[in-house]
């Protein structure tokens, strides 16, 4: 976040690159031909695009997961039934390892929908210098938890936080104000938040529990589900 003061509620359109149909200066028009430079308006559209690109691809992975969780489960319970230990040992020890890498996405994907939001409402209200710390912060933060496993998502959101840190530097320039990385990164981690407690209640939604008669099972399942 961008720290407050007289100008941080400051709309977009206050900004000389906002709109290819905003009137300019003809140097300024001529500047920004030389140097290529796409609007700031388009610039977000653009990330908004590709953040749902991968937003889709998160929640793609999250049914993939689910079915296989569900395959898994039902091996589980069936060895447990014939009581076989070691074989539904091994089932719970994949369902937890599965179990873990979901979590991740499902957290992933439920942030990713909060920043686009975030953004949209910058589209429509521009309230540009307020938003785009902590929205580039949670990307960032995103990227770096979901690379271990899904690692193309996780480069193409390095990407996109490249591209929301320019515009965090652009808005700064404009405004004249220095970025503020205390309050972006506590809203930043708010954001974050919400999304974590979303998914533990979405996990225990989709994901059932395991039996725990003996062995591997005497935890409760919820130990399953990492935090």
Not at 40 to 61: D, F, H, M, P, T
Not at 75 to 84: E, F, I, N, P
Not at 99 to 117: D, H
Not at 181 to 186: D, Q, T, Y
């Amino acid at each position: 976040m961008l720290s407050r003061g007289r100008n941080s509620n400051m709309s977009y359109k206050s900004l000389k690159n906002w709109d290819r149909g905003q009137r300019e200066p003809l140097l300024s028009k001529l500047t920004e031909r030389v140097h290529h430079q796409e609007p700031l308006k388009e610039r977000i559209s653009q990330c908004v695009y590709k953040l749902r690109v991968q937003q889709n691809r998160l929640e793609g992975a999250n049914l993939k997961t689910q079915q296989h969780d569900k395959s898994l489960f039902d091996k589980c319970v069936q060895a447990q039934m014939v009581k076989d230990t070691a074989r539904s040992t091994m089932y719970a020890n994949e369902i937890a390892e599965i179990r873990k890498m979901a979590k991740i996405t499902m957290r992933s994907e439920l942030a990713l929908e909060q920043v686009v939001l975030r953004l949209e409402t910058i589209q429509e209200f521009g309230d540009v210098a307020a938003t785009m710390g902590p929205i580039a912060g949670v990307v960032s933060a995103i990227k770096n938890q979901v690379q271990g496993v899904i690692p193309q998502v996780g480069y193409e959101l390095g990407e996109i936080s490249e591209a929301l840190n320019g515009v965090v530097m652009e808005v700064g320039e404009a405004t004249g104000q220095n970025y503020d990385f205390e309050a972006s990164g506590s809203e930043a981690q708010k954001i974050l938040s919400e999304a974590n407690t979303i998914a533990d209640t979405r996990m225990r939604e989709k994901f059932p529990e395991l039996p725990s008669p003996t062995g591997a099972f005497e935890r409760p399942a919820e130990s399953m589900i990492p935090k």
